[in-house]
């Protein structure tokens, strides 16, 4: 048996008389990938901002290898091992490209304000190890020869990846890829599902991921959460999902009839 | 590349020095020899405190992207700590002037930090309004203080401020912002500016690095404040109003958000300037406003954008200028 890497418990957040969310439970297995589907306004990217703190949840227990996130501040839970891409793509838009990267290696670099100022070797040390990670890392995803052009620059299927990119530099045990495939083509489609599995097994993270593209969902997630309403209504391995009356009735309405 | 003469680093900094000192010399050289006189002189000690002031408001303003409008708040905390600390000490100039200007930035520091924690919270149009409240309670309490000697300000202060220490200051300011921004540090200062939620998400405490810009900013304020209260001579509480605030902002503006070499340009022309059109008389504040509104139009970005000056790269695309005809002559 695998020791789950992120335990979620009972999350819930209410929005003024809105349930936005409501007893979400998740164990996810290190080097897993979940998907999270479910209809428009089901509350997917929720459930995202309440792992990583970007809203306080109103109850539960969110923990990283046993380490407790709650009442963290973001920075915090992506310290603790967390981090994740965004729907709308959020870069830094007036930077370089390798100044994205190395801004998620922040915490990764150990200088301080004086030995920046007076340049001292530990500087250049530092700056030269994350300069070389960083190219390391872009050129994985065939963005080196872009690295100092500026992020906004960037063609939108390149932008996606320097998300995923920057998001990778925090050195995270669990990624959260919030519609990775939004805007893609049937062929860049599958090309980042080729990739997330890279990722995957490269990184040795777990990764949940939400997604509309079912084919890219069924294809590589080997368990799938449905969520409706802030609920969950189903979960599985993406067979039984896709059999699952309550998931068709979901998407699809109730038959009329019978 | 044969053409890359500056490409490292070291022979960058020992360019960038030598351009610093052939520019102080040829100045000195200049007052000295009464080039420049007292008058002349005065104005560039003037522009000199204002580039500390521009370039550290442009940290808050255009590194970290916060629209901090109390700066003159944080300059005279600056100038007040520095002038009770002369006036209150009998030692040598060369030990207690540098010592005092210090004291001035760190107290200035210490306010940056107790207005920036709770001022920081709010962003955009409600931290303007928050700061602009922070400085006029800072102008009203030295106001009102005894030892700050209230409405009368202080005076007595000896005059340590010359050419030569702001001179210095003014390109410690510039070393040390543009150094930080080339850092760590710097690009989580950044990095908040672009986007705040992303750069939490990036591992990036930004309550932090938005207070630590701000507690800068604030310390280089202090520092300019005291060279000020030196130079002059005299603190007055109404010089540092609202008005003054502004004056710097529209420095960083005008030469640009973001842009070091901009402030620096914008705070030399927006010192020189209202002297320059002294023949027009009181036409001068409608020429200066036209001017401002003139550059917002055709340029908002401000004159510079968020463009920065490095010698060594310009020295670069200058030699690789020069020898492209060359070599089609050779060829």
């Keep these: 048996m695998r020791e789950p890497v992120l335990n979620v418990n009972n999350l819930g957040i209410r929005f003024g008389g809105l349930q936005a969310l409501d007893d979400f439970n998740i164990h996810v297995n290190n080097n897993e990938i979940v998907g999270l589907i479910g209809p428009n306004g089901a509350g997917k990217t929720t459930v995202f901002n309440l792992l990583t703190n970007v809203y306080a949840p109103s109850r539960g227990s969110i923990n990283i290898e046993g380490v407790n996130t709650m009442g963290s501040r973001t920075h915090g839970v992506t310290k603790a091992g967390m981090s994740r891409t965004f729907q709308n793509i959020r870069l830094f838009k007036n930077l370089s490209v390798i100044d994205n990267v190395k801004i998620a290696l922040h915490n990764g670099i150990r200088y301080s304000f004086l030995e920046s100022v007076f340049r001292l070797p530990s500087y250049w040390k530092q700056e030269k190890k994350a300069t070389e990670k960083a190219m390391e890392l872009l050129s994985r995803f065939d963005l080196d020869r872009h690295a100092d052009s500026i992020a906004s620059g960037l063609p939108y299927g390149a932008q996606r990846r320097l998300e995923i990119v920057r998001a990778l530099a925090t050195d995270p045990k669990i990624l959260l890829l919030d519609e990775p495939a939004a805007g893609m ?33 069924m294809g590589i997630c080997e368990r799938i959460l449905v969520l409706n309403y802030g609920l969950i209504i189903a979960s599985g391995t993406p067979e039984q999902i896709k059999n699952d009356p309550a998931v068709i009735e979901a998407y699809l309405g109730q038959q009329r009839g019978e | 590349m044969m053409n890359i003469r500056f490409k490292s680093t070291k022979s960058r900094y020992i360019l960038n020095a030598a351009a610093v000192l052939a520019l102080y010399g040829v100045l000195y050289a200049m007052i000295e020899n009464g080039i420049l006189n007292r008058y002349a002189a005065g104005l560039l000690m003037t522009a000199g405190y204002n580039i500390i002031l521009a370039v550290s408001l442009n940290l808050a303003a255009g590194f970290l992207g916060q629209l901090p409008l109390g700066h003159a708040g944080f300059m005279s905390v600056g100038a007040y700590a520095s002038a009770l600390f002369t006036l209150g000490l009998e ?241």
């Design chain 1, 185 to 217: 083509n049937p062929s860049e489609t599958a090309e980042l599902m080729a990739n997330i599995r890279k990722i995957r097994d490269d990184f040795h993270v777990a990764i949940i991921l939400i997604e509309h593209d079912m084919s890219l969902v």
């Design chain 2, 91 to 331: 030692m040598d100039g060369a030990v207690e002037f540098p010592l005092a200007l210090i004291i001035g930035g760190l107290v200035a520091a210490v306010f940056g930090v107790l207005i920036g924690l709770p001022a920081l919270r709010l962003s955009g149009d409600y931290l303007a309004i928050i700061t602009l409240g922070f400085g006029e309670i800072i102008r009203v309490v030295i106001l009102n203080l005894s030892f700050t000697g209230g409405a009368f300000g202080l005076q007595g202060m000896k005059r340590y401020s010359n050419f030569t220490n702001i001179f210095i200051f003014a390109v410690i300011t510039l070393f040390v912002i543009s150094t930080l921004i080339k850092s760590r540090h710097g690009r989580a200062i950044l990095a908040i500016r672009e986007d705040e939620i992303a750069a939490e998400a990036s591992g990036i405490p930004t309550t932090y690095y938005k207070t630590f810009a701000f507690a800068v900013s604030a310390f280089f304020a202090g520092v300019a404040g005291g060279l000020y209260a030196h130079h002059l001579c005299i603190l007055d509480p109404s010089t540092f109003g609202f008005m003054k605030s502004v004056e710097i902002l529209v420095m960083v503006v005008l030469g640009g958000m973001g842009s070091l070499i901009g402030s620096v340009v914008a705070a030399f022309g927006l010192t020189l300037l209202p002297e320059l059109l002294r023949e027009f008389a009181q036409y001068r504040i409608i020429v200066y406003s036209l001017l401002l509104v003139l550059v917002m139009i055709f340029k908002p970005s401000g004159l510079f954008g968020r463009y920065d000056f490095s010698l060594g790269k310009t020295v670069d695309d200058l030699f690789i200028k020069l020898r492209a005809p060359n070599k089609k002559g050779g060829a």
